[in-house]
Nanobody, 121 residues
Framework: QVQLVESGGGLVQAGGSLRLSCVVSGRINNINAMGWYRQAPGKQRELAATITGIKTIAYADSVKGRFTISRDNAKNAVYLQMDSLKPEDTAVYYC???????????????WGQGTQVTVSS
């Protein structure tokens, strides 16, 4: 089975920093893309940052310049360094991986359970 385990969320004051991590386990052939999505209370889930392939990175405008996504292919992990956090960053952050399982041709999206990030004013 494929599993995504997230960690690093918590409570932080505005202007502070957090670092989220996500590790993928299972019989993985290739992880084509990884990313972080977030869902605030009463809001729809939205993209925060993604990294596709080796170096193609995209950020939401709202986090650009403050968040940094990185990937460790050897560890099947993706990280999100969040600096200068704002109260509006408060959300549940979900890790996403688009991957193919060993022996399979098709890619599928897998999601972590989410980690809570709360930014106080």
């Amino acid at each position: 089975q494929v599993q995504l385990v997230e960690s690093g969320g918590g409570l932080v004051q505005a202007g502070g920093s957090l670092r989220l991590s996500c590790v993928v386990s299972g019989r993985i052939n290739n992880i084509n893309a990884m990313g972080w999505y977030r869902q605030a209370p009463g809001k729809q889930r939205e993209l925060a940052a993604t990294i596709t392939g080796i170096k193609t990175i995209a950020y939401a405008d709202s986090v650009k310049g403050r968040f940094t996504i990185s990937r460790d292919n050897a560890k099947n992990a993706v990280y999100l360094q969040m600096d200068s956090l704002k109260p509006e960053d408060t959300a549940v952050y979900y890790c996403n991986a688009r991957l193919s399982r060993w022996g399979m041709r098709v890619d599928n999206d897998y999601w972590g359970q989410g980690t809570q990030v709360t930014v106080s004013s």
